[in-house]
């Protein structure tokens, strides 16, 4: 599994989002993959815990998926 690491889309800024996480079997997402976020108005606990579980991604590492695009 590689990390992919790319800036928000502005869409995303928008939204309030700070941080989003996508598995993939390619170097950017694709029609159909799951994009998980992380919103600025969420509690920081919240927040801190949920980015560092989806950096975590070696329990994927023998999966279809590649890449985890990371945008911040």
């Known amino acids: 599994m590689k990390k992919v690491y790319k800036k ?3 869409e995303q800024k928008e939204r309030g989002v700070i941080f989003s996480s996508c598995l993939s079997v390619g170097r950017s997402e694709m029609e159909g ?3 998980h976020e ?3 108005n969420w ?3 919240e927040k801190e815990k ?3 579980r989806l950096l975590d991604d070696k329990f ?3 999966s279809q998926f590649k890449f985890n695009i990371i945008r911040r």
């Open 8 to 10: 928000l889309t502005q």
């Open 33 to 35: 993959d799951t994009i």
């Open 38 to 40: 992380v919103l600025k």
């Open 43 to 45: 509690e920081r606990e």
């Open 50 to 52: 949920t980015i560092k």
């Open 60 to 62: 994927f590492n023998e």
